[in-house]
T-cell receptor
Framework: DAGVTQSPTHLIKTRGQQVTLRCSPK?????VSWYQQALGQGPQFIFQ???????QRGNFPDRFSGHQFPNYSSELNVNALLLGDSALYLC?????????FGPGTRLTVL | DQQVKQNSPSLSVQEGRISILNCDYT??????FLWYKKYPAEGPTFLIS?????DKNEDGRFTVFLNKSAKHLSLHIVPSQPGDSAVYFC?????????????FGTGTRLKVLA
């Protein structure tokens, strides 16, 4: 049973560029959440997708957007990248209350 | 506004002894709590959870205690093993009131000494 997978594992972008990160949930899970983890911090909730709709959003600007596909996989898009967007981006999938995390995508903005 | 706090950034424990990791929260709407373990270059791994209707949940070497009146939870690891060395995060959510976001603490780095 494959767990949560994310791609790519690492990414380097420059300020102002756009990035798309991808996530495939654990088998049987229908809900995908995205988190940003800065160095030395806990994961910060960006948003959650369920039934292809954004169900809840954290305190992140509109530059952060997402999508969920009919097979429950999801994308996180970040526009107009800033240096402060450099972080580990984690995807978590769930069916009920326990969220299971992928290995993350390390984004570096130069 | 840090609604979930882990005030000890690090903890060292001798192998075989008990590790106690603490977490405090401020939001009384939180009703479901989880502990995750994170190794470098990996995503957090779910360890154990507890609902607010309980005050204790046990799974093997891991036990979570919840004190609702103090808004405090703790994770006990007995006996501690070197492989337990990792960063531990507590997280909270309002699962039964329809809020889906998890709020994480800043983590406690546990080092188990052989």
């Amino acid at each position: 049973d494959a767990g949560v997978t994310q791609s790519p594992t690492h990414l380097i972008k420059t300020r102002g560029q756009q990035v798309t990160l991808r996530c495939s949930p654990k088998s049987g899970h229908d809900t995908v959440s995205w988190y940003q983890q800065a160095l030395g911090q806990g994961p910060q909730f960006i948003f959650q997708y369920y039934e292809e709709e954004e169900r809840q959003r954290g305190n992140f600007p509109d530059r952060f957007s997402g999508h969920q596909f009919p097979n429950y996989s999801s994308e996180l898009n970040v526009n107009a990248l800033l240096l402060g967007d450099s972080a580990l981006y984690l995807c978590a999938s769930s069916k009920r209350n326990e969220q299971f995390f992928g290995p993350g995508t390390r984004l570096t903005v130069l | 506004d840090q609604q979930v706090k882990q005030n000890s950034p690090s903890l060292s424990v001798q192998e075989g002894r008990i590790s106690i990791l603490n977490c405090d929260y401020t939001n009384s709407m939180f009703d479901y709590f989880l502990w995750y373990k994170k190794y470098p270059a990996e995503g957090p791994t779910f360890l154990i959870s507890i609902s607010s209707i309980k005050d204790k949940n046990e799974d093997g070497r891991f036990t979570v205690f919840l004190n609702k009146s103090a808004k405090h939870l703790s994770l006990h690891i007995v006996p501690s093993q070197p492989g337990d060395s990792a960063v531990y995060f507590c997280a909270a959510t309002s699962a039964y009131s329809g809020t889906y976001k998890y709020i994480f603490g800043t983590g406690t780095r546990l080092k188990v000494l052989a």
